[in-house]
């Protein structure tokens, strides 16, 4: 029992060595309701495993379903997500991204958790780092919703993608001057309006007059046929008919089409 003491002593003190940060109550408050809901596991992710990206659709392919789960939840449109995510991210090939899961170029700020230190706008600055890129779009989400200077965007239409961009350039979220105009650019390109669209129910996902639109799922491990239907909203039935399986096996890196 002694010795137990003992341990929970130098445990106390070991954590003293820290930095103090002092906020005041209601600071304190909102960061514990904000810690929570980074820690707390996105919705309709089930594993952290990254496939092989090679280029922007493939980033797409992958993430699109993520962010489409944050435009359900937060109310940001799902084409500024990805298009953000793609830009800040170099479409997940950043040493950011690569080495801290930061798909967004969030700064530690009043961040609380891991960090890392990057050369941004200026040397060796502190950026946010987390444990996989679900949660960097999760805390992206928290992290325009949380803050006073980013809240005239949710009084936009949420499929004005345009004045989103803008909007967030206005607030300050990049220092670059053409910001807004990027993501805009990107968006359009590579028609990320569409699953804006699909959330907003004002296109189906079997809508076949978007002929370059087919999204697809890499099969990462731990993937079933179950988890990638919830993650799209898609039956299974119509997963084995789409894909022409005769069974519920799936291998690693398999690519399964998930619209047509």
Not at 4 to 21: A, D, E, P, Q, Y
Not at 29 to 41: G, L, P, R
Not at 126 to 149: G, M, N, Q, V, W
Not at 158 to 176: E, R
Request: proline share 2%; aromatic share 10%.
């Amino acid at each position: 029992m002694i010795k137990f003491r003992i341990l929970i002593v130098l445990l106390i003190f070991s954590c003293g060595t820290k930095k103090i940060i002092i906020n005041s109550p209601a600071e304190i408050e909102n960061n514990k309701k904000v810690d929570k809901k980074v820690n707390a596991k996105p919705s309709k992710t089930n594993n952290s495993t990254l496939p092989v990206i090679n280029n922007v659709n493939d980033y797409i392919d992958y993430f699109s379903g993520v962010a489409m789960d944050e435009m359900r939840t937060y109310k940001i449109p799902a084409s500024i997500t990805l298009a953000q995510g793609i830009l800040e991210s170099g479409s997940g090939k950043g040493r950011l991204s690569v080495e801290a899961n930061n798909h967004f170029g969030i700064k530690c700020h009043d961040w609380k958790g891991p960090k890392i230190f990057h050369d941004d706008d200026e040397a060796q600055e502190c950026f946010r780092k987390y444990s996989a890129p679900e949660y960097s779009y999760r805390d992206h989400s928290i992290f325009l919703t949380s803050r006073s200077r980013y809240s005239d965007l949710f009084d936009l239409s949420i499929s004005d993608y345009k004045n989103w961009a803008k909007g967030l350039k206005k607030a300050g979220y990049a220092t670059d001057k053409n910001y807004h105009n990027k993501l805009i650019n990107l968006i359009e390109n590579y028609k990320l309006f569409i699953y804006d669209e699909i959330v907003l129910k004002k296109r189906s996902r079997k809508n076949k007059s978007v002929r370059d639109y087919t999204l697809k799922h890499e099969v990462v491990k731990g993937d079933t046929l179950y988890s990638i239907s919830k993650k799209y909203k898609i039956s299974i039935k119509e997963l084995l008919k789409i894909n022409k399986l005769k069974d519920r096996t799936l291998t690693i890196g398999q690519l399964l089409i998930i619209d047509k």
